[in-house]
């Protein structure tokens, strides 16, 4: 499985843009950009993909490097409510087959209000 | 949209008995489920992948005969974890997927296992 690295952890103040890095230097053609946050207690959310294009949701942001070697997830306006783990996962995408998810340690994201 | 659900939150066993997790996708059916397992401050694991209508897929190390999976419908997955161990207790947490693009997977909110 190609592997993610990413800061233990970040600390952002309230209402300021955060961007979360994620290194995937051995990223495959087939792979997409996972990004999945856990709240304590909770069962992890589903945040955001993508393949090459950047991409943008409700949640946030995923801007992806040229060569896919490098992504950033980007919470515009973070609020108390996104202190989380930040996981981001190499999923295998459309025209594969269905894996189960690879988490690593993730990013501890601290709000300071 | 998307929702997933487990019953029990949480359940206290004795050691030696089995617990049955329920798991369901409340507005979306799923071919497949995943279970995972997480320790105190540890990351989540994957321990099997659940397809309908046939048998689970386990990851290495984790026990087929100790955490049964149950895939009987397209929107309810059953994991059992037979004669249980304090060992066992846990953090469980169950997955859908939704076979679009990218195959992103919705979480349950989890079940916590704890074995006395």
Same mark, same amino acid.
């Given at each position: 499985?190609?592997?993610?690295?990413?800061?233990?952890?970040?600390?952002?103040?309230?209402?300021?843009?955060?961007?979360?890095?994620?290194?995937?230097?051995?990223?495959?053609?087939?792979?997409? &950009?996972?990004?999945?946050?856990? #709240?304590?207690?909770?069962?992890?959310? =589903?945040? $955001?993909? @993508?393949?090459? +294009?950047?991409?943008?949701?409700?949640?946030?942001?995923?801007?992806?490097?040229?060569?896919?070697?490098?992504?950033?997830? &980007?919470?515009?306006?973070?609020? #108390?409510?996104?202190?989380?783990?930040? =996981?981001? $996962?190499? @999923?295998?995408? +459309?025209?594969?087959?269905?894996?189960?998810?690879?988490?690593?340690?993730?990013?501890?994201?601290?709000?300071?209000? | 949209?998307?929702?997933?659900?487990?019953?029990?939150?949480?359940?206290?066993?004795?050691?030696?008995?089995?617990?049955?997790?329920?798991?369901?996708?409340?507005?979306?059916?799923?071919?497949?489920?995943?279970?995972?397992?997480?320790?105190?401050?540890?990351?989540?694991?994957?321990?099997?992948?659940?397809?309908?209508?046939?048998?689970?897929?386990?990851?290495?190390?984790?026990?087929?005969?100790?955490?049964?999976?149950?895939?009987?419908?397209?929107?309810?997955?059953?994991?059992?974890?037979?004669?249980?161990?304090?060992?066992?207790?846990?953090?469980?947490?169950?997955?859908?997927?939704?076979?679009?693009?990218?195959?992103?997977?919705?979480?349950?909110?989890?079940?916590?296992?704890?074995?006395?």
């Amino acid at each position: 499985d190609a592997k993610t690295t990413q800061p233990n952890s970040m600390e952002s103040n309230e209402e300021e843009p955060v961007h979360l890095p994620c290194n995937h230097s051995t990223i495959s053609g087939t792979d997409y &950009i996972h990004w999945y946050r856990q #709240l304590p207690s909770q069962g992890p959310e =589903y945040v $955001i993909h @993508g393949l090459t +294009s950047n991409v943008n949701n409700r949640m946030a942001s995923l801007a992806i490097a040229e060569d896919r070697k490098s992504s950033t997830l &980007i919470l515009h306006r973070a609020t #108390l409510r996104d202190a989380a783990v930040y =996981y981001c $996962i190499l @999923g295998i995408g +459309s025209g594969g087959g269905a894996d189960g998810l690879t988490f690593g340690k993730g990013t501890h994201l601290i709000i300071q209000p | 949209g998307a929702v997933v659900s487990q019953h029990p939150s949480w359940v206290i066993c004795k050691s030696g008995t089995s617990v049955k997790i329920e798991c369901r996708s409340l507005d979306f059916q799923a071919t497949t489920m995943f279970w995972y397992r997480q320790f105190p401050k540890q990351s989540l694991m994957l321990m099997a992948t659940s397809n309908e209508g046939s048998k689970a897929t386990y990851e290495q190390g984790v026990e087929k005969d100790k955490f049964l999976i149950n895939h009987a419908s397209l929107t309810l997955s059953t994991l059992t974890v037979t004669s249980a161990h304090p060992e066992d207790s846990s953090f469980y947490i169950c997955s859908a997927q939704l076979a679009l693009e990218g195959y992103e997977q919705y979480f349950g909110p989890g079940t916590r296992l704890t074995v006395t």
